[in-house]
């Protein structure tokens, strides 16, 4: 029979209403749209992984000297200890020279539909090629990379390894190849969030429960759900009302890739896992603060003005994404040889 005096009594032990924590049918709700992170890395289309390919890719993303300049690696602007990103308003690349996005998160971008804020890379290996040739960034060549890594025996030794059926494996296709396979392993699993979403009631608290809530209830979770949080699809930005232009940087967005003029001021939504360690925020950089971003994007994408007690549950919820950190020794590298490229730190 229930006993209505035993559960007041459970209830004021624990000090929280035993109802807080029902399903309300938020959790329900939250399932139609998001998905947790999952603990093992995605199997990847056309190049399957291996411990060799792993462990190559780890060292080629944190090599400074595939740069011209030797100071520059992929770890420099998705720096494994800042959420994924380099805390900059735009990177600083070759010759102290900026860039003209903001860094996207490398953590988790196994999952976005593309990559680059604009989607011109199809894939992370793609990907991997564009800030080495990049002038502005790695201002290195497809042969400079080969040339670099032919001059280190233990690099040759490891592509061999990972590529044991192909002649001549140390290519520029090869060493993007494996650092793709190493960035789909940077996944960010077991946040609050993610805890929620598999049933944890108690995952999140009462603010941030009512920011999902929000979250949900105005719309924001059409542009950023799934997985990823984001990165599924493209949206203009400034939908309802087009922010300042500093925000913007009068960018164009995807309309310099596909020429098309409906992709103007179209960008791939961000991913928002993991979004409290990656600020500043949007393509531009120019808002440092999550819940400033929060508020910007309730006027631009939505047409309406959040209070800021709304802006701040959306906030507190946001903050739940942020899941387990990948955590790894940064290597030691091969020793140079009289072959290796010297540095070039001019323009």
């Given amino acids: 029979m229930f006993n209505s005096t035993k559960l007041l009594a459970v209830t004021l032990m624990v000090g929280v209403s035993a109802y807080a924590y029902a399903d309300d049918g938020l959790l329900t709700r939250a399932k139609q749209m998001f998905k947790p992170i999952p603990a093992k890395a995605p199997a990847l289309k056309n190049n399957p992984y291996s411990k060799e390919k792993y462990e190559l890719g780890k060292l080629l993303f944190f090599e400074p000297r595939l740069s011209k300049s030797g100071l520059i690696s992929c770890n420099t602007c998705h720096n494994m200890?800042?959420?994924?990103?380099?805390?900059?308003?735009?990177?600083?690349?070759?010759?102290?020279?900026?860039?003209?996005?903001?860094?996207?998160?490398?953590?988790?971008?196994?999952?976005?539909?593309?990559?680059?804020?604009?989607?011109?890379?199809?894939?992370?290996?793609?990907q991997a090629k564009g800030p080495v040739q990049a002038s502005v960034e790695m201002n290195n060549t497809p042969e400079g990379v080969v040339k670099t890594l032919m001059s280190m025996p233990e690099y040759v030794d490891m592509f061999k390894k990972a590529y044991p059926k192909v002649k001549d494996p140390v290519t520029f296709d090869n060493f993007?190849?494996?650092?793709?396979?190493?960035?789909?392993?940077?996944?960010?699993?077991?946040?609050?969030?993610?805890?929620?979403?598999?049933?944890?009631?108690?995952?999140?608290n009462k603010t941030e429960r009512e920011g999902l809530d929000l979250f949900m209830g105005k719309?924001?979770?059409?542009?950023?759900?799934?997985?990823?949080?984001?990165?599924?699809?493209y949206y203009p930005f400034g939908l309802v009302e087009k922010p300042s232009r500093e925000i913007t940087a009068d960018d164009?967005?995807?309309?310099?890739?596909?020429?098309?003029?409906?992709?103007?001021?179209?960008?791939?939504?961000?991913?928002?896992?993991?979004?409290?360690?990656?600020?500043?925020?949007?393509?531009?950089?120019?808002?440092?603060?999550?819940?400033?971003?929060?508020?910007?994007?309730?006027?631009?994408?939505?047409?309406?003005?959040?209070?800021?007690?709304?802006?701040?549950?959306?906030?507190?919820?946001?903050?739940?994404?942020?899941?387990?950190?990948?955590?790894?020794?940064?290597?030691?590298?091969?020793?140079?040889?009289?072959?290796?490229?010297?540095?070039?730190?001019?323009?």
Wanted: a positive charge; aromatic letters at 10%.
């Fill in 81 to 126: 200890g800042l959420g994924g990103g380099d805390f900059q308003e735009t990177s600083t690349g070759h010759a102290w020279q900026k860039g003209p996005r903001n860094s996207p998160t490398v953590f988790n971008s196994v999952f976005n539909i593309a990559q680059f804020w604009d989607g011109r890379a199809k894939d992370l290996a793609e």
């Fill in 176 to 204: 993007a190849l494996a650092v793709e396979v190493f960035e789909s392993t940077l996944n960010t699993p077991d946040s609050k969030f993610d805890k929620f979403l598999k049933g944890n009631q108690k995952a999140l």
């Fill in 219 to 233: 719309s924001c979770a059409d542009c950023h759900k799934g997985v990823n949080m984001g990165g599924h699809d």
């Fill in 252 to 347: 164009k967005g995807r309309f310099m890739v596909t020429k098309t003029a409906t992709d103007e001021y179209v960008f791939k939504s961000p991913s928002l896992r993991n979004i409290n360690l990656t600020a500043p925020y949007f393509h531009s950089g120019k808002v440092w603060s999550l819940n400033e971003a929060v508020k910007v994007m309730s006027t631009a994408q939505l047409g309406i003005s959040l209070s800021d007690d709304e802006a701040g549950k959306i906030t507190a919820f946001l903050k739940t994404t942020t899941g387990k950190q990948p955590v790894m020794t940064h290597p030691i590298f091969p020793a140079p040889t009289d072959a290796t490229p010297k540095p070039v730190l001019t323009k």
